[in-house]
């Protein structure tokens, strides 16, 4: 089936030549670039309608990517902190300090019910996600952890990861083995502190 292949995005050869990294970095970047150039004709066009006072602007992505770090090419489900740490940008003048950074945890899934707070509508109580508004105001962090999940096909690997201030712990489905990871004593998350997580029946 055409679709199989892609299922399995990330687990094939990881062996690139340096001549075809460069080229994916390079285009990676002009990636970069250009996302760069067309997000600020999108901050000029709300200055231009005098929107940008009243309009929250947020610049994340879903996941990262690698470039041979650890030995891995684009994303596959491996969760370095070069998939899983992703940029979070976020402005409305008046109401988000300027130049301003924090170490707060959030989750994707916080967006819809931060987005809905900003705009004063109510959040419903069934909604997946935690209000992040006043985190992004400045204020305490509401999360105390995150999890991060990567599931291929069937046959392939699932993987879950916990993750808080101090640890991250991956397990993967239906496998006697993990890693984790104290961020304290390694914020490089190079070294694998227990490698066989055994399971209690």
């Known amino acids: 089936m055409a679709g199989k292949r892609y299922g399995m995005y990330g687990f094939h050869s990881l062996l690139h030549t340096k001549e075809d990294l460069a080229k994916d970095i390079a285009v990676y970047y002009g990636m970069i670039s250009m996302m760069d150039k067309y997000i600020g004709k999108i901050l000029d066009k709300l200055r231009e309608l005098e929107l940008e006072e009243n309009t929250l602007v947020i610049f994340t992505t879903d996941h990262g990517h690698f470039f041979g770090h650890h030995g891995l090419v684009a994303k596959g489900a491996f969760h370095y902190e070069g998939l899983i740490k992703i940029p979070f940008i976020a402005r409305l003048p008046g109401q988000i300090p300027a130049g301003t950074s924090s170490d707060a945890l959030l989750s994707l899934v916080d967006l819809a019910p931060t987005f809905l707070s900003f705009a004063g509508i109510p959040v419903p109580r069934t909604m997946t996600g935690l209000d992040q508004s006043q985190v992004l105001k400045g204020g305490e962090p509401v999360r105390d952890h995150v999890i991060v999940e990567n ?17 991250k712990l991956t397990v993967y489905y239906n496998q006697p083995y993990g ?18 997580l055994k399971h209690k029946s």
């Open 151 to 167: 599931r291929h096909e069937p046959t392939s690997i699932h993987v879950k990861t916990y993750v808080d201030e101090r640890y």
């Open 179 to 196: 890693e984790l990871f104290d961020l304290a004593s390694d914020p490089g998350k190079f070294i694998t502190c227990g490698q066989n």
